[in-house]
């Protein structure tokens, strides 16, 4: 079992950087992949960036490739999405999810593996 929560989200203008943070607790975390998924009103969940902690592989979509950066820190348990050059496109509530054994394109596309999920932290971009 895993749980997961993020934090760091909030109103930020065009152009403009946070980060979000996902700390997991529970189960060992040698074979989970952790990513970041937004949901935009009226929109399915898709996937942002995803990390496996053990070999450090990363997956990001192409909307945010050069924009977000995706890192971990095992010892904390946390997961970090750095957020730059923030667009009002990225407006969305951004939920942290976890799961055993995919890969992370896998996990970041179709987010198989009964993912354990966060509660979701707002990320508003104002133009």
């Known amino acids: 079992q895993l749980h997961v929560v993020e934090s760091g989200g909030g109103l930020v203008q065009s152009g403009g950087s946070l980060r979000l943070s996902c700390t997991v607790s529970?189960?060992?975390?040698?074979?989970?992949?952790i990513g970041w998924f937004l949901q935009a009103p009226g929109k399915e969940r898709e996937g942002v960036s995803c990390i496996y902690l053990s070999d450090g592989s990363t997956y990001y979509a192409d909307s945010v490739k050069g924009r977000f950066t995706i890192s971990g820190d095992n010892a904390k348990r946390t997961v970090y999405l750095q957020m730059n050059s923030l667009k009002s496109e990225d407006t969305a509530v951004y939920y942290c999810?976890?799961?055993?054994?995919?890969?992370?394109?896998?996990?970041?596309?179709?987010?198989?593996?009964?993912?354990?999920w966060g509660q979701g932290t707002q990320v508003t971009v104002s133009s």
């Open positions: 999810g976890a799961a055993y054994g995919p890969t992370v394109r896998s996990f970041c596309v179709g987010f198989p593996g009964s993912p354990f």
């Open positions: 529970g189960d060992t975390l040698d074979y989970v992949t």
